[in-house]
């Protein structure tokens, strides 16, 4: 998905070259959510010589991040501007951009320009709803536009406004006072940040439905020589020397600064002469008059809680393989300190300080509502026959977009549980919202502390699996399953009846990181495997129960990485259809690990043999010959209790999926045409 970075230095003395590799850098730190093009601006003059009339600089490429360095860098070679000319003052904006509106090209890229003079840039995230009325009106005004983006609309109205605002003659009008006015004729969902050659150094940032972030980093005295922090909780007013970011993602601030501020819905964030300062933007409010600025609000700095290791790949070639070799740890740390021992008995408990309080109104509901997209849907999926057996409610899966269309229904008595690993996905959030709308109890399961997701729900649990970078989801799956199988526990804890059952699973939980370190030990018979597959076209993969969900997902992981057909398929459904596609040559997945399923799946396999299907079989440990005589290639895995086993099984497919797009030669962090979050319907 598109991508944010911008960068403000006040009263800190930065070369020309050093900001340039400060937003290429915040901008490589954005590449893994999706992108297709970028674009930087950066001031062509210091603002001791700086005049009106000099325009910032733009450059925009398609491609990676990389080919816009290289044509910037050869840009500014032909031209007599100096990388080492210093600036004590500073703004330049840059973006990744996922194609919306307009084929990937340098004039679809952003910052989209007001015209000729870059009076006004603008860097975009999420959709501009009506860009074709705006687009309309400012034809009529003499405006002509380059690119077919919906977003080039918001720069040509702010010149618009400000050339309006000025057609006395001198300049009155106030940056903040015509982003304030453009904003009142947006309407859909957008993080925006402008710069103006009229107000140079000087941004403005604000916000509606995409996420946007500020990180701020002060220095206590004059001037900087990169050592000393100030310890303030608030942004300091004018005069401190300082380095501000903003960013659609934490990920691209956690190296310069931890402390952060998550911009909200309708605010306006202008950052002028070392001071922010924060306006609440009322949407609903057209009082005519039309310059008039809303009161400034204070808001309080907070602490990322996110390492900067933690974005990096270590020892691993990819993310991907990262993320599902850090599992057995990512695990441990989704249940850090949620099994306790409870009580006067001795046994083990599942305590979720986010959902104790909202328990007894969870046991009276209605209905459980799963909602969630992609991965996260899967997840929800996996844990539901633990959460009908423990707690005795029904419990439905909604694909966040498909509750939409159907506009179903949702009553007050539902507990509706939002699950999405970065809390910003546009289809969760507008099935938040909708939910939120029908009074229902709005539960959030996220990996991402103050995303939309967490901030809007009314309780939650945070799966805490650490950054996931890969956009292929692997590790924060596995540690969903893990908070939903908590979640579950922490239900049906008032029953007991289930109080055996209950303590197994704890007992299997705390077991868990161990098993998932053994499965992780079939990594080179994956390879093995994803070798004998490299050139099929398609790969089915059949489940049931508890792995239906790991058919599904193992999957999804085939299709989205290694570009190739692959259908996770419903076991109970194979004689409904998908037993016309088998023959000797299409390979086959079929998961039969030990559980109640289990004499269902053997004889599934039985009949698929039958009709000379090419099998390759995942079974628990020791049941090799017990499933297909030693006729097929198996996945062993080791057996932990029937509603983990998903977390279990998915690991090797997970492998399979990676050795399989390396193998392929595709790229696994960055699939083609797909984005971490989609924060676009
Ligand atoms: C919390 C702290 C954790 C601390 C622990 C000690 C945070 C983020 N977590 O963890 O650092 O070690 O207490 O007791 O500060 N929430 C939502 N929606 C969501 C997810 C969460 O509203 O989608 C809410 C929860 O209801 C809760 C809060 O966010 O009020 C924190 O949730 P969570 O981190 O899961 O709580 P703890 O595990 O108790
Ligand atoms: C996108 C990602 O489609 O969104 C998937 O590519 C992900 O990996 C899905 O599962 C849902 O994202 P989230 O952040 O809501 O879990």
């Not at 360095?69 to 951009?97: C, M, P, Q, W």
């Not at 080039?152 to 003659?169: C, R, S």
């Not at 993602?249 to 819905?265: C, G, Q, S």
Request: charged letters at 25%.
């Amino acid at each position: 998905m598109c991508g944010i970075f911008a960068y403000l230095n006040y009263d800190v003395s930065r070369d020309r070259r050093y900001i340039l590799e400060v937003l290429f850098n915040g901008l490589r730190r954005l590449e893994y959510r999706g992108y297709d093009s970028a674009g930087i601006s950066i001031d062509s003059s210091s603002a001791a010589v700086h005049r009106p009339s000099d325009p910032p600089l733009v450059f925009r490429q398609e491609g990676n991040i990389e080919s816009l360095v290289k044509s910037v860098y050869r840009d500014v070679s032909a031209t007599d501007l100096n990388l080492e000319e210093s600036f004590s003052i500073h703004a330049g904006i840059a973006h990744t951009r996922w194609a919306t509106h307009g084929e990937p090209a340098p004039r679809n890229s952003h910052p989209q320009s007001s015209g000729a003079g870059n009076d006004f840039l603008v860097v975009h995230n999420g959709v501009i709803t009506n860009y074709k009325v705006l687009q309309e009106s400012l034809l009529r005004h003499g405006y002509t536009f380059e690119s077919e983006t919906d977003t080039e609309v918001i720069p040509k109205l702010a010149k618009f406004v400000f050339d309006k605002a000025n057609e006395g003659g001198d300049q009155t009008v106030t940056f903040c006072e015509v982003v304030l006015e453009v904003m009142r004729h947006l309407e859909g969902a957008y993080a925006l940040i402008f710069k103006s050659k009229h107000y140079p150094n000087e941004l403005i940032a604000c916000k509606r439905g995409s996420p946007l972030l500020l990180g701020v980093k002060e220095y206590a005295q004059e001037k900087s020589n990169g050592t000393s922090y100030n310890d303030m909780k608030f942004i300091s007013k004018n005069g401190h020397p300082k380095e501000l970011f903003l960013s659609s993602d934490a990920h691209a601030l956690v190296e310069h600064t931890k402390k952060v501020l998550v911009i909200e819905d309708s605010e306006v964030v202008d950052i002028k002469d070392g001071g922010v300062t924060i306006f609440k933007f009322d949407h609903g409010k057209r009082d005519g008059k039309s310059h008039s600025i809303p009161a400034s609000v204070q808001r309080a700095l907070s602490i990322l809680e996110m390492e900067a290791e933690q974005i990096s790949k270590g020892k691993y070639d990819h993310y991907m393989q990262k993320e599902i070799h850090e599992q057995p740890e990512s695990l441990t740390t989704t249940m850090r300190g949620r099994l306790i021992r409870g009580g006067t008995s001795k046994r083990k408990s599942v305590l979720l300080g986010g959902l104790k309080d909202h328990l007894k109104t969870i046991r009276r509901s209605r209905r459980i509502v799963f909602i969630g997209c992609g991965t996260s849907y899967n997840a929800a999926l996996a844990a539901r026959p633990i959460l009908e057996e423990l707690c005795g409610i029904p419990v439905m899966m909604e694909i966040a977009s498909d509750l939409l269309d159907r506009q179903a229904p949702v009553y007050r008595d539902d507990t509706i549980i939002f699950v999405s690993q970065s809390g910003e996905t546009a289809d969760t959030l507008n099935a938040l919202e909708y939910t939120l709308e029908n009074g229902a109890l709005c539960v959030g399961i996220t990996n991402t502390v103050g995303s939309s997701i967490d901030r809007n729900t009314h309780c939650g649990v945070h799966i805490n699996a650490g950054s996931e970078i890969g956009v292929a989801s692997t590790k924060a799956y596995t540690s969903q399953i893990v908070v939903m199988a908590m979640v579950a526990l922490a239900i049906g804890a008032d029953s007991i009846s289930t109080e055996q059952r209950r303590e197994g699973i704890i007992e299997s939980l705390i077991n868990l990181p161990d098993k998932v370190r053994e499965v992780l030990k079939l990594d080179q018979e994956m390879k093995d495997l994803a070798r004998s597959l490299i050139s099929e076209q398609s790969l089915l993969m059949f489940g049931r129960g508890y792995n239906y969900a790991t058919a599904l997902e193992g999957a999804l992981k085939v299709k989205e990485v290694a570009l190739m057909h692959s259908e996770g398929i419903l076991a109970g459904e194979m004689k409904h259809g998908p037993l016309a596609l088998v023959d000797e040559n299409l390979p086959i997945v079929v998961i039969a690990t030990r559980d109640q399923s289990f004499s269902k799946q053997q004889s599934v396999i039985q009949q698929l043999k039958a009709r000379k299907g090419r099998l390759i079989v995942m079974c628990s440990e020791g049941d090799a010959e017990a499933v297909c005589g030693g006729s097929c290639p198996v996945i062993e895995v080791p057996q932990v209790v029937d509603c983990l086993q998903p977390v279990v099984n998915i690991v090797p497919l997970q492998l399979l999926a990676y050795h399989l797009t390396v193998l392929r030669g595709y790229n696994v962090d960055q699939p083609r045409n797909l984005a971490k979050s989609v924060t676009t319907e």
